[in-house]
């Protein structure tokens, strides 16, 4: 069984360029959530996709967004990077109606924005 | 709304020493509660969780901890600490979202030393 895997594991990005973080599902898995957790803090969710679609989103603007993929694996966004973009972005897949409720976290990209 | 807090931002016990890491939730609906691990420079880690059913719940690497409705509280305990114990927990609640969405809420994390 394959975990939740991410991609790349650091970058650095210039304030207002874009970003492209991709993360790989847990076998089996169906959803995948992205949260940004910056440093100590606790994770933020930031997103989720089920079929394809966007199925709820925290407190974020816009210039977040998402894709997910056939194969259930799936993209993180950000436009305009700013300053306070600067985390540690986490992806987790799970299975949507799993009465478990679990959440499968990857280990997450390093992103560092100057 | 759900929420989580987590007493203590640092805490730090000898090797071999008993291990309280606490929190307390806020939740409208019965809760669904996790306990996660990260060590340095990785991802999360699920030590145990609750959903329904038995109160005490037991986890990985000899952790556990127990559902109190009453207090509101999930506090996780082991009962001797091991050097590769040191590590962040984050507690967490599942809330969800739009009828499905399974988000979880996260407190701010308690960071545990543990001392030879």
């Given at each position: 069984?394959?975990?939740?895997?991410?991609?790349?594991?650091?970058?650095?990005?210039?304030?207002?360029?874009?970003?492209?973080?991709?993360?790989?599902?847990?076998?089996?898995?169906?959803?995948?959530?992205?949260?940004?957790?910056?440093?100590?803090?606790?994770?933020?969710?930031?997103?989720?996709?089920?079929?394809?679609?966007?199925?709820?989103?925290?407190?974020?603007?816009?210039?977040?967004?998402?894709?997910?993929?056939?194969?259930?694996?799936?993209?993180?966004?950000?436009?305009?990077?700013?300053?306070?973009?600067?985390?540690?972005?986490?992806?987790?897949?799970?299975?949507?109606?799993?009465?478990?409720?679990?959440?499968?976290?990857?280990?997450?990209?390093?992103?560092?924005?100057? | 709304?759900?929420?989580?807090?987590?007493?203590?931002?640092?805490?730090?016990?000898?090797?071999?020493?008993?291990?309280?890491?606490?929190?307390?939730?806020?939740?409208?609906?019965?809760?669904?509660?996790?306990?996660?691990?990260?060590?340095?420079?990785?991802?999360?880690?699920?030590?145990?969780?609750?959903?329904?059913?038995?109160?005490?719940?037991?986890?990985?690497?000899?952790?556990?901890?127990?559902?109190?409705?009453?207090?509101?509280?999930?506090?996780?305990?082991?009962?001797?600490?091991?050097?590769?114990d040191a590590a962040?927990?984050?507690?967490a609640v599942s809330?969800?979202?739009?009828?499905?969405?399974?988000?979880?809420?996260?407190?701010?994390?308690?960071?545990?030393?543990?001392?030879?």
């Amino acid at each position: 069984e394959t975990g939740v895997t991410q991609s790349p594991t650091h970058l650095i990005k210039t304030r207002g360029q874009q970003v492209t973080l991709r993360c790989s599902s847990q076998s089996g898995h169906n959803t995948v959530s992205w949260y940004q957790q910056a440093l100590g803090q606790g994770p933020q969710f930031i997103f989720q996709y089920y079929r394809e679609e966007e199925n709820g989103r925290g407190n974020f603007p816009p210039r977040f967004s998402g894709l997910q993929f056939p194969n259930y694996s799936s993209e993180l966004n950000v436009n305009a990077l700013e300053l306070d973009d600067s985390a540690l972005y986490l992806c987790a897949s799970s299975l949507r109606g799993s009465v478990s409720y679990e959440q499968y976290f990857g280990p997450g990209t390093r992103l560092t924005v100057t | 709304a759900q929420s989580v807090t987590q007493l203590g931002s640092h805490v730090s016990v000898s090797e071999g020493a008993l291990v309280l890491l606490r929190c307390n939730y806020s939740s409208s609906v019965p809760p669904y509660l996790f306990w996660y691990v990260q060590y340095p420079n990785q991802g999360l880690q699920l030590l145990l969780k609750y959903t329904t059913g038995a109160t005490l719940v037991k986890g990985i690497n000899g952790f556990e901890a127990e559902f109190k409705k009453s207090e509101t509280s999930f506090h996780l305990t082991k009962p001797s600490a091991h050097m590769s114990d040191a590590a962040e927990y984050f507690c967490a609640v599942s809330a969800t979202y739009g009828g499905a969405t399974n988000k979880l809420i996260f407190g701010t994390g308690t960071l545990l030393a543990v001392q030879p």
